[in-house]
């Protein structure tokens, strides 16, 4: 019998992945050329999307440039009005902050709604916003607060920045590096989670801003959009009967085992009353 | 109650949770062995189709990938079919079909994820990367995956050998009489439902090491499996492995089976071959997305059913007519499941004369369908407990009233079913009342009233469920078609100087055996639970045994147990007898110590125990030396364990959320040795019932065929915020002939839960017409009529 002389290490973990490269970024414009350098790179953040995919062998790169090290992309500081959360800031963190649950607490609010501890503390509002799933939740806070998003290059305003299914305003190689959330009057955010995966089948969030009454769902279309109608109700009277009588079309709204675009839509007015009612309480 | 702080009755904590818990535990993925390499297998992608060929050259080319493997080679080695332990036979007489089920597929594939080829790698990359590179040519044809459809007229034909698609037409039960009675009723309740088809979802899945040593040409098989013993006997006799004398099968801790690790799968026979081929031991641990598509998978009927009534209520008969989704091939024990398991329980605890039912059981594009927690009497109970709710709504009269009066009455033990089975013993009135007062059932309309003030739809849900279980009688299960037996096997073994060591041939997967039986043990002899240890696992350490499911641990492996020990405790007294100059029958034996009748002369049983290895003072002419016995238990009956649950809900009109605001539970499971190891039962059960009716669907796309819900993304597991806490509590009526008194608990919670919780949420929204699981949007679409 052929015995071959290499052992494996039965102690070793198994890996699953395809091979890549690990870099760890000491800056941004190290992140941004190590990536335009490689074959096929991409950002690694918290892993918590990226690493499963990259398990199941969904997806494979050459190269995962990490932004952990980047110093100051992390942090929440409230300054007046605006309240900016670096890119790598964990949910968890935003979750627990006590300055920004008395500056924005339907937003702390949202991120302890986010999956389970162990996501969310490895998971980052800047990979929830790079890789903008129909069913995540941030979306809703960022277009239904008008926050701006900051990149490496420029900033975006919310309502440019989500243009389609997994389809951002981002250009290739751009990194988010923070977001810059105004203070809004009151808000409030509900979440109808899907029943499996705890991802929103519709989340609305609502916001009295100085620039106006602002109404965003997300999980119910391929990407956060606005519902003016209700908007334009609650500038009149913020009661969550303004918005009851009001709904989307199931037109274009996702449809799957879980939720039937019509009953997306009518989740949407059901959360949109509701969120409005806990900002109004 | 317990007269010791261990013994039968008492609340001892479990021994086996202190490794559980700090990570001790020993599973498969801590199992591995020198000069391992990995198997991955490579599964048919499609539901159906014609394997024409298959590409193994860039495969082989893979650094580290040692050897391409596949259906060919299997039946090279003149291995079996992997064989149905169980033959049903149609009401006409004929056998049931069993078409080949290849180890890997040959010829043909016939659902996604099919085990077609295994690639063996030095590591599980370079297994992976291979399996990757196999290329498969496969000439698709149409494929069917629903219960109904592959009976209609021009379904795909999934076998050759199986026309129609039909493996068996089976009926139980007295037609005429049934048929008679539903014409002449004065109302009949019509009910048509689907039972929804589970992934087991194991926490640990599936894996397994085999072994070969050439040198005795002995096989090892390392498996996470609920029956060592059988995975053994039907390897070497059905697959033809190896002779039971070369195969030694070990299960260590099994994180949760719930049916699905009792089952001989593909993939283990195929690591124990390859082993033998490749040489080296060869590791397989299924993935999450494997065991979604591979693992057999529970329930899935579609039934009609029909209940007569006369003016006051009395049910006079029972129709049902249920299609039986098989899967793409028999697994172990699927033939049991729907017949024997199932039919005979739909008279449940009524005493309805007449009840007759027919099973088609069908082959499908999709995993092999066998046992999974409760196998049949959920599905029994679900179809009964939902139409007798039904028909109390029509006929307007309370549904715990229509229980109570169609309830087989206390004194009518032992009770001979129209539907095959003899009830022994039961207090079902009992189970009812208890309930009815826990749950406050008379004070429901005013919380409905205060809950309709706040704009939400309340519920209240019965379910007087009753299971068959303690599987089983083995010559009963030979005429009904086992091809095994069922009995369960003890080993003791008293050590000179301290301590007993238990062999048992039931197999944990986390019920707490290790606490409960040595509870037993230690209860009988008077020792500490330290002192005894709990052995299961291994074919060459346990002497026989045919695991656990069908909630037998307890009645049938304890009761085995329960005789070892007595004869452990009569050969004890014999040498007592002979030290303290009397005879046996002037010994008492209680807690522990051997007293001679009316002297002040006693012994501990450690003492005799340390005679019997020592013995210089000893009866040899009478008594072998030693302390060592075993005992075969073979039950005369089922046991039937019984019990009302009772659900209360409200449901959101607006989203069609369901909250389970109260669940109570009064179970009569007979005698009880651990209460918390029972109640721990229950939750579990209860939680896996609930995952039924709320959460839980295996769903394949009608048109390809494929698994749509193959992840956690989709397939809905209940989490602790779905559930209520649970309000417990027990009757008692020990069963009758078992000598612990003992019915099983393991199965009941997952079998009255699913129809009190779907009773419920019908009652809250006031429409019968609701599919499981009851998600959100299926209880709002069902509020609305159609969308
Ligand atoms: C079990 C589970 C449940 C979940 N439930 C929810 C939920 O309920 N709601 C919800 O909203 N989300 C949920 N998520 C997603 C979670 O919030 C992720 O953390 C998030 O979507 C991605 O963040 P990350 O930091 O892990 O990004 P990564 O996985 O590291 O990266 C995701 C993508 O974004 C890119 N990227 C990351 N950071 C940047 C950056 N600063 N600039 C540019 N590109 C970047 C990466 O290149 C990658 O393509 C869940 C995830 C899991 C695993």
Redesign the pocket.
């Known amino acids: 019998m052929d015995i071959p002389a290499r052992l494996p290490d039965p102690r070793k973990r198994e890996k699953k992945m395809y091979r890549f490269e690990y870099h760890k970024a000491t800056s941004l414009e190290d992140a941004a050329s190590k990536r335009s350098t490689a074959d096929d790179a ?11 995919t990259l398990k199941q062998r969904l997806a494979s790169h050459s190269d995962l440039i990490d ?1 952990a090290g980047i110093d100051g ?1 992390a942090g929440i500081s409230v300054d007046g009005a605006v309240v900016t959360i670096g ?2 800031t ?2 968890a963190e935003v979750a627990a902050s006590a300055a920004l649950r008395d500056a924005i607490p339907a937003l702390a609010d949202l991120a302890g ?4 501890p162990a ?2 503390n ?3 509002i ?6 903008s ?1 129909p ?4 979306p809703a806070a960022v277009l239904g607060l008008g926050a701006t998003i900051v ?1 490496d290059k420029r900033e975006i305003a919310a309502d440019d920045y989500f243009l389609d299914l997994f389809e951002t305003a ?1 250009e290739e190689g ?4 923070a977001i810059k959330f105004p203070v809004p009057k009151r808000a409030a955010y509900e979440k109808f ?1 899907n029943p499996a ?4 089948i519709v989340g609305v969030f609502v916001a009295e801003t100085e620039g106006g009454v602002r109404v965003a769902v997300t999980g119910a279309g391929p990407c956060a959009f606005r519902v003016s109608d209700m908007e334009a109700a609650l500038a009149g009277n913020f009661a969550p009967d303004a918005v009851a009588g009001i709904t989307v079309s199931a037109d274009d709204l996702n449809q799957d085992l879980h939720a039937s675009a019509a009953y997306r839509a009518s989740l949407v007015t059901t959360m949109a009353k509701r969120a409005v009612a806990k900002a109004a309480g | 109650m317990a007269d010791r702080e261990s013994g039968i009755g008492a609340r001892v904590l479990r021994k086996e949770d202190k490794r559980f818990l700090v990570g001790r535990g020993r599973y498969m993925d801590d199992i591995n062995r020198p000069r391992q390499v990995y198997a991955v297998f490579v599964r048919s992608q499609v539901a159906h189709g014609t394997l024409k060929g298959l590409d193994s050259g860039a495969a082989l080319e893979t650094d580290g990938v040692i050897a391409v493997l596949t259906g060919e080679d299997v039946a090279a080695d003149g291995l079996g079919s992997l064989p149905c332990g169980w033959t049903i036979h149609s009401k006409d007489g004929a056998e049931m079909k069993t078409p080949a089920h290849p180890a890997l597929a040959i010829g043909k594939v016939r659902y996604v994820g099919e085990p077609v080829a295994v690639v063996i790698g030095e590591t599980l990359e370079a297994a992976r990367d291979g399996a990757e590179l196999v290329e498969l040519d496969i000439d698709e044809l149409p494929p069917v995956t629903d219960v109904v459809a592959a009976l209609e007229q021009g379904a795909p034909g999934i076998h050759d050998d199986v026309p129609g698609n039909e493996c068996y037409h089976w009926g139980l039960g007295d037609e005429e009489a049934v048929d008679k009675a539903i014409d002449a009723a004065h109302h009949v309740t019509r009910l048509e439902l689907r039972n929804n088809r589970l992934a087991p979802n194991a926490m640990e899945t599936r894996a397994a090491i085999g072994e070969y040593d050439p040198v005795d040409g002995m096989y090892t098989l390392h498996v996470n499996s609920q029956n060592p013993h059988l995975h053994r006997l039907v390897l070497a006799a059905f697959v033809e492995l190896a002779p039971e004398h070369k195969l030694r099968v070990i299960s260590p801790d099994v994180g949760g089976g719930f049916g699905s690790k009792i089952f001989i799968y593909s993939e283990e026979t195929v690591c124990a071959w390859a082993a033998r081929r490749v040489g080296r031991p060869v590791k397989w641990t299924a993935t999450r997305s494997e065991a979604f598509l591979a693992d057999a998978h529970g329930r899935d009927h579609a039934s009609t059913a029909e209940l007569a009534l006369d003016k006051e209520g009395n049910f006079l008969a029972l129709r049902v007519r249920t299609k039986a989704n098989m899967g793409a091939y028999l697994s172990t024990f699927a033939a049991a499941v729907p017949t024997w398991l199932y039919g005979t329980l739909l008279a449940g605890q009524y005493k309805t004369p007449a009840v007759h039912v027919e099973v088609r059981a069908v082959f499908t594009n999709t995993s092999p369908v066998d046992a999974y927690r409760g196998a049949g009497r959920p599905e029994a109970a679900f179809l009964l407990e939902r139409i007798v709710e039904k028909a109390a709504r029509e006929i307007g009269m309370d549904p715990a009233e229509l229980r109570r009066r169609n309830l087989i009455p206390k004194d009518a033990f032992p009770y001979q079913t129209p539907v095959a089975l003899v009830y022994d013993t039961g207090d079902y009135e009992a189970s009812l009342d208890k309930a009815l007062d826990m749950a406050d059932y008379a004070g429901f309309a005013a919380r409905r009233a205060e809950s309709e003030a706040r704009g939400m739809k309340r519920g209240i849900g019965l379910s007087c469920y009753i299971e068959a279980c303690g599987l089983a009688p083995s010559q009963l299960a030979g005429e009904l078609g086992a091809g095994i037996g069922l009995f369960e096997s003890a080993e003791i073994r008293v050590n000179a100087t301290g301590g007993v060591k238990v062999f048992t041939g039931t197999q944990s997967t986390g019920q707490g055996h290790e606490t409960t039986f040595a509870q037993l043990v230690a209860d009988r002899l008077g020792l500490d639970m330290d002192e005894v240890e709990i052995v299961h696992g291994d074919t060459d350490r346990v002497q026989y045994g045919l695991g656990t499911y069908g909630s037998r641990s307890l009645s049938v492996g304890g009761s085995a147990i329960h005789m070892a020990t007595e004869k452990i405790v009569e050969k004890a007294r014999k040498i007592a007898a002979h030290m303290m100059e009397t005879t046996a029958d002037d010994v008492d034996f209680t807690q522990g110590l051997f007293t001679a009748k009316g002297t002040n002369k006693s012994m501990h049983f450690k003492e005799v125990a340390f005679s019997a290895y020592v013995p210089h003072n000893y009866p040899l002419d009478e008594l072998e030396p030693g302390l060592h016995e075993s005992a075969y238990y073979d039950p005369e009956n089922f046991t039937y364990p019984a019990g009302t649950h009772i659900c209360e809900v409200e449901v959101d009109p607006e989203t069609g959320v369901v909250d389970i605001l109260a669940f109570t539970a009064v179970d009569d499971f007979g005698r009880i040795i651990n209460p918390t190891i029972v109640e721990g039962q229950v939750h579990g059960g209860v939680a896996q019932g609930i995952g039924q009716a709320m959460l839980e669907h295996c769903i394949y796309d009608d048109e390809s065929g494929q698994l749509v819900t193959g992840s956690y993304m989709d397939y809905a597991m209940p989490r602790a915020d779905d559930l209520p806490d649970f309000t417990l509590a027990f009757t008692e009526t020990p069963c009758t002939h078992n000598p612990l008194g003992a019915k099983g608990c393991g199965e009941a919670g997952a079998i009255g839960s699913t129809p009190a919780l779907i009773n419920a949420i019908t009652s809250a929204i006031g429409h019968e017409n609701i599919a499981m699981p009851a998600t959100p949007l299926a209880v709002w679409r069902a509020m609305r009529g159609a969308e």
């Open positions: 991409t950002y690694l953040a918290g892993g918590m999307t990226l690493i499963p932004l992309l890119a790598m964990c949910h709604l986010i999956a389970d996501v969310r490895r998971g980052t800047g990979g929830s916003l790079a890789n799933d069913a995540a939740d941030y990149t981002l751009e990194i988010i590096t989670p995966s705890r991802y929103a």
